[in-house]
């Protein structure tokens, strides 16, 4: 969204007393009311879907905090820095796609353990993190 389209949005907004979007649909302007979806009743598989992504996320967040992981995961994925993140989500979806929970949490105790182990290391070291061996 560019600058004056949020100006335009905020007074619009503001004017009507409401959250809206300006959406281009058909070559054409509208402004629409923001939709509430507190009353939407999800399938099991999109709550599937929906808790996959929650871990997808924590997933790529907890891995780009950390040096060492992040650059172990640049080289595996053979990605630049900007697309690591998204990346990751997609690693984590083909890993645990089709797998239940039960599965899915050994994955998430995994990439603790490590995380752990680097904030172990970082500790004994002085606040600063072991180098990541070049290959």
Do not use: C, H
Request: aromatic share 6%.
């Amino acid at each position: 969204m560019t600058k004056n389209e949020a100006i335009i949005e905020k007074a619009v907004a503001s004017a009507m007393g409401k959250e809206v979007i300006i959406r281009e649909i058909r070559g054409k302007i509208v402004v629409t009311d923001k939709p509430e979806f507190k009353e939407r009743i999800l399938s099991d598989k999109q709550k599937e879907v929906t808790d996959i992504m929650v871990s997808a996320n924590e997933y790529a967040k907890k891995v780009m905090k950390y040096e060492n992981l992040r650059n172990d995961a640049q080289i595996r994925l053979n990605v630049t820095r900007e697309r690591l993140y998204t990346s990751l989500v997609s690693e984590y979806w083909k890993k645990s796609w089709g797998k239940d929970g039960k599965e899915r949490k050994e994955l998430e105790k995994a990439l603790n353990r490590k995380v752990k182990e680097l904030e172990n290391n970082k500790k004994l070291d002085g606040n600063i993190l072991p180098e990541s061996p070049n290959p």
